[in-house]
């Protein structure tokens, strides 16, 4: 049974819809176009997911990221993944500290990285499995274990790793479980000619653009909980469930395509990614109610990458965005 909105959550969605176009301005003056991606950057922060990007470089993916944790006023690390990365280069390490009045000696746990609200993870698969395994159980549990002691993660914690999809000798795929626990894989695609002019002449210049704080952390933490709140009818629930059982090749809803061209499609958290995607979505531009066009917005960045093509797919050229555009036009 839905819960009745109350006068302060109504409040908040409206307070919140002026707000986007706040952060939206404030991110336009240091990035030029990408108006997609801020939005669907927004909805994981809402949701409290975290976010796999890919581009190729020079897209001003790490800049974007920098921006949107200043218009929030977030704290931001960015961490270089390369294949010496060790786990403890992320989540921290215990260094020995001598006490100069006792002349004891104890550990002290130093925190890494991770502890941060917005974490940029560079070039993710470059680095061995087990630190990839690192970062992802950290992201996923919210806390970091040392030596029997457990250090929570601040607040909110949204982690945003980057792929470069050109460079593949010598990198660590992400296996498809560990993809699964990123809510969305947002594709950033060159700016169009228009866009580019202005780039050149926003970044050739002398002056640098000043970007205003618009929310904080604890008024990310009250949104995330509205978000929770805010109901779906049940025919949309329906509807995103029976768009996620459609990608999976030996279900019996699968259109013939879906059988033939993929090899694994996606779970029940993708199900629960698209309610909670669309939900976020529609606060965000100022309603209550989340709506079917909501579930298709988010469509795309939920399910990409957690359907698995298989070899005919390759072979006749039918890339994921194609299957997924199927299935939302015969929806």
């Not at 109504?10 to 002026?18: A, D, I």
């Not at 500290?97 to 941060?116: L, N, Y």
């Not at 993708?270 to 309603?287: F, H």
Request: with cysteine; glycine share 6%.
């Amino acid at each position: 049974m839905a819960q009745e909105p109350t006068q302060e959550d109504l409040e908040t969605v409206e307070e919140l819809k002026t707000a986007y176009n706040q952060i939206v301005g404030e991110i336009g003056k240091v990035i030029i176009g990408q108006k997609e991606i801020v939005d669907q950057l927004l909805i994981a922060l809402l949701c409290g997911g975290h976010v796999l990007l890919v581009g190729v470089p020079g897209l001003a993916k790490t800049l974007l990221i920098s921006t949107l944790a200043r218009a929030l006023n977030l704290s931001f690390n960015r961490i270089q993944f390369t294949p010496d990365l060790m786990p403890s280069d992320i989540t921290g390490t215990e260094v020995i500290e001598e006490d100069h009045s006792t002349g004891q000696k104890a550990f002290r746990f130093v925190k890494g990285p991770i502890f941060s609200n917005i974490i940029l993870a560079d070039e993710i698969n470059r680095t061995p499995p087990k630190t990839q395994a690192a970062l992802l159980q950290a992201m996923q549990e919210h806390e970091v274990t040392a030596s029997g002691e457990t250090f929570q993660l601040e607040e909110p914690c949204f982690v945003l790793a980057t792929q470069n999809p050109i460079e593949q000798e010598g990198t660590y795929p992400l296996p498809e479980a560990q993809l699964d626990r990123f809510i969305f894989n947002l594709w950033i695609d060159y700016p169009t000619e228009e866009e580019e002019k202005q780039i050149v002449k926003a970044t050739t210049g002398f002056k640098a653009q000043d970007v205003q704080p618009v929310l904080d952390a604890a008024q990310i933490i009250k949104l995330q909980q509205l978000i929770r709140k805010v109901p779906v009818a049940d025919h949309i629930i329906d509807y995103a469930v029976k768009l996620v059982r459609k990608t999976r090749p030996n279900s019996p809803d699968a259109p013939e395509d879906v059988s033939r061209l993929i090899s694994w499609g996606a779970g029940p958290r993708a199900s629960q990614c698209l309610i909670m995607g669309a939900k976020a979505r529609a606060v965000l531009e100022g309603r209550y109610a989340a709506s079917i066009d909501d579930v298709n917005f988010v469509a795309k960045p939920v399910l990409r990458h957690r359907m698995v093509t298989s070899f005919n797919a390759e072979a006749e050229g039918i890339t994921v965005v194609d299957l997924i555009d199927k299935l939302l036009k015969n929806q």
